[in-house]
């Protein structure tokens, strides 16, 4: 719905008999940049979510794979079956780790 300030500019713009058809065709120039410019946004945008739509179901879906993979592999099951276990071998791989960058 238009307003009242769009009716008002469309009117002097329109207007025959203007005083200043120069500003006028520039002030009508703009305003059709502008609708253009605004036309081309509402593309990129729904461009845009579409992209964020389509790789956010990728993403979701190799997270699942991998979840499946880690699931059914060996090392996935030995975490399961030995937390403790683990942890104790990922703290010990972390202490030889560090202590190889410290030396050098």
Known sequence: ???????????????SHSQTPIAD???????????????????AEGKLRETATTSAQNFEQKQQQAKQYWDQS??????????????????????LITSFFKRK
Do not use: Q
């Open 1 to 15: 719905m238009p307003t009242a300030a769009k009716t008002a500019t469309k009117a002097k713009v329109t207007d």
């Open 25 to 43: 065709r520039v002030t009508e120039t703009l305003h059709e940049s502008v609708n253009t410019l605004g036309e081309h946004a509402t593309v």
């Open 74 to 95: 060996s090392v996935g099951k030995f975490t399961k079956e030995n937390p403790v276990a683990t942890a104790g071998i990922a703290f010990a791989a972390g202490m």
